[in-house]
Each structure stands twice: as structure tokens, then as C-alpha cells.
């Protein structure tokens, strides 16, 4: 369908072809579809597959495969990769995370849910996180004993791992008209929790002691799109994207919230 896309096209057109599909037998769609965006070639419930160009085949063979052992794998199909189809990839991947020490995942189950499934016993256990929109991020903090969840309704939590009880009140952001997916992250030494969010453009610091402002947020002239706290705790990177789509990287100092970059 999109060599057929590409003949339509009203513009130059690139198509890479893998060599290993050359000889394979299609039956063209007299629907000619869009030229640009992922599609998903399986849909499933439990985890997702990200794949493109000869990949594509491979994956869906292990999706069929992991559904013989009571797994559903959605298969997504990028297609393009510039531009890349981020949209359908955040539809599908909602959230996931690895405990410290790789025993368990972490993933958004179902609405409202976090579940966390642990690799050796396969067994799974689930919480409800009652945010009053879908869940778009979850983090094991460094220690392994609390996760924190985060939400399109603009807010996020930290959790107890044991008993699923919220271990602070609600962490929030400044929501106007639509909300956009929420994001956080624990710092190194798991005293700080980090959320982020274009519905502020703001990246925030929170004491995962007592829920608090950790400091001041930092307000961005972009979107922000990924925050990590440096090991030794004095930097903060944020990585943003402008309104033409280009990645900014820049580092902060936490103890001025000056930048140190450009």
C-alpha cells in the first residue's frame, strides 16, 4: 500500500525496500492508503512490538508464537520512520518500567490499572491508581519499594508496592484544554520524582518523602519530552522539542536552576 501511496504522491517519493521481500507475493488493495503513519498489524492487550521494513513479518511470527503461551503482543508497524508516527506509538506503548532488580515490569494494564508481573514466578499483581484519566507513565523508584504512576488528568502519585496505598497526596500539573500524556521519573537516589508535560511545558521537582515541591519548576519554551536527574544529583538533563520538531537538549544546575548549556 505504499508503493501504491507513492505513485499517487503529488511530490518525490524515497521508498526503501528490503531486499528480503523483493520476491514475496502481494495482492495489491484497490484502496490506496496514506502515505505516511504506522499501522498495527496485530492488535493485542498485554505488550506491544515495535517493528519496520523486513522486521515486520518476524514480529508478527512471535506475536503468533507468545499467543500460544497466553500472551496478546499488539504489533505495530512504523513504517516511516522520518517522520516518525510517535502518536500510534504512545497509543500502544502506554507505559512500562523495569524493577532495579529486574524481577518485575511495571505496565499500564487497563484503565486505572498498574499491574506489575513478576518474571520468575509469572505471576501478577494489580492496583487500582485511581486517576480520572487514562495512565500514561509508571516508574519503580530506585529502592524497589514504591512506584509512581502518572496521568493525562495532569497528575501523578507514588505508590507503596506492597499494599498499593498512595504514599503522597496528589502531585500536579497546570492542565489547560486538552491533556496531553504526563510523564515522571525517579532521580538516581530516589528522593526526588520528576514529572513532566506540554500541557505546562513545565519539568517538576517533587520530594517523594513528603509529596512537596522539591524547588521551583522548570518552565521551558518547548516541549518537554524527557528529564533525567544526573548520578551525583547536582544536574538535571531535559531533552524538548521546538514547534518546527527539533530535539533541544539542555542541562540545568538544581542548586541555582540556572542552565549550564546554551
Not at 518552565?219 to 536527574?229: E, K, M, V
Request: include cysteine; charged fraction near 20%.
Amino acid at each position: 500500500s505504499m508503493l501504491q501511496a507513492a505513485l499517487s504522491a503529488d511530490r518525490p517519493v524515497v521508498l526503501l525496500e528490503p531486499r528480503v521481500v523483493l520476491s514475496a507475493r502481494l495482492t495489491a488493495d484497490p484502496q490506496v492508503g496514506p502515505l505516511l503513519g504506522a499501522r498495527i498489524a496485530r492488535s493485542g492487550t498485554d505488550a506491544s512490538l515495535l517493528t519496520w521494513g523486513a522486521t515486520t513479518r518476524v514480529a508478527l511470527d512471535a506475536a503468533a508464537a507468545l499467543e500460544e503461551d497466553g500472551l496478546s503482543v499488539e504489533v505495530v508497524d512504523l513504517r516511516t520512520i522520518q517522520p516518525l508516527d510517535t502518536q500510534t506509538i504512545t497509543d500502544s506503548v502506554r507505559c512500562v518500567d523495569l524493577s532495579p532488580d529486574g524481577s518485575q515490569v511495571a505496565y499500564r494494564d487497563k484503565f486505572g490499572v498498574v499491574s506489575l508481573f513478576n518474571l520468575a514466578s509469572k505471576t501478577k499483581s494489580s492496583f487500582q491508581v485511581r486517576h480520572q484519566r487514562d495512565i500514561s507513565a509508571v516508574a519503580f523508584s530506585p529502592s524497589g519499594h514504591s512506584f509512581a504512576s502518572a496521568s493525562d488528568d495532569g497528575t501523578a502519585r507514588i505508590w507503596d508496592i506492597r499494599t498499593g496505598e498512595p504514599l503522597t497526596d496528589w502531585l500536579r500539573h497546570e492542565v489547560r484544554g486538552e491533556t496531553p500524556p504526563h510523564f515522571c521519573q525517579y532521580s538516581p537516589s530516589g528522593e526526588i520524582l520528576i514529572t513532566w508535560s506540554e500541557s505546562d511545558n513545565a519539568v517538576r521537582l517533587w520530594d517523594t518523602a513528603t509529596g512537596d515541591a522539591a524547588m521551583p519548576p522548570i518552565i521551558l519554551d518547548a516541549s518537554p519530552r524527557y528529564a533525567q536527574i544526573h548520578k551525583d544529583g547536582s544536574y538535571i538533563s531535559v531533552i524538548s522539542q521546538s514547534e518546527e520538531e527539533v530535539l533541544l537538549h539542555r542541562v540545568w544546575s538544581l542548586k541555582s536552576l540556572n542552565p549550564v548549556n546554551p
